[in-house]
């Protein structure tokens, strides 16, 4: 028999419907739809065992930020970003050269323990950024530059390590 596959589509059809989710015992729930469950707090029902609510857990949790770049300091305005969208984050504070590998290298590995939920590095081009963090196991880093990008990345592979270029990124109007 081949083995059910959940994705987040499936589970978020289940959320919108109000239905419990049906899951055959050794079903493979792809990392997105894991998410999604815990986001959604979808109700599971697994084959032969009884219907079970999973509780939802906040929708935002916490996130590593470090950043290298020869410009001013941005981590007031990231700050008021992340505090505007409810997304509780740690400041890893603004690096140069080499540090800046060695701050991916720590964000990397608290993804990996779970300490974190998801990373954000900025970096002048994000070139070697996203290179080096994909070589720690479970990372999955991509460098984006644009919203729909991040998206796209993240129903795709699940990315859980974004990297930015600074270089290419454009001000706020009123930093004009």
């Given amino acids: 028999m081949k083995r059910q596959v959940i994705t987040e589509a499936i589970v978020r059809r289940a959320d919108r419907d109000?239905?419990?989710?049906?899951?055959?015992?050794?079903?493979?729930?792809?990392?997105?739809?894991r998410d999604a469950i815990n986001d959604f707090g979808v109700t599971l029902k697994i084959a032969g065992e009884p219907t079970r609510q999973v509780p939802a857990v906040p929708r935002f949790r916490l996130i590593g930020f470090g950043y290298v770049l020869d410009q001013k300091d941005i981590s007031p305005w990231v700050a008021e970003l992340f505090d505007d969208l409810g997304i509780e984050y740690r400041n890893h504070g603004q690096n140069t050269g080499d540090d800046?590998?060695?701050?991916?290298?720590?964000?990397?590995?608290?993804?990996?323990?779970?300490?974190?939920?998801?990373?954000?590095?900025?970096?002048?081009?994000?070139?070697?950024?996203?290179?080096?963090?994909?070589?720690?196991?479970?990372?999955?880093?991509?460098?984006i530059s644009s919203p729909d990008m991040a998206l796209i990345g993240r129903k795709t592979v699940d990315i859980n390590l974004l990297v930015l270029a600074g270089a290419h990124l454009v001000a706020r109007p009123s930093d004009r």
């Fill in 18 to 33: 109000k239905q419990p989710l049906q899951v055959r015992e050794g079903a493979i729930i792809t990392p997105a739809a």
């Fill in 100 to 143: 800046i590998l060695a701050q991916t290298a720590q964000i990397c590995k608290q993804i990996q323990d779970g300490a974190y939920w998801r990373g954000v590095i900025l970096d002048t081009d994000g070139i070697a950024i996203s290179v080096l963090a994909n070589k720690y196991s479970g990372i999955r880093s991509a460098l």
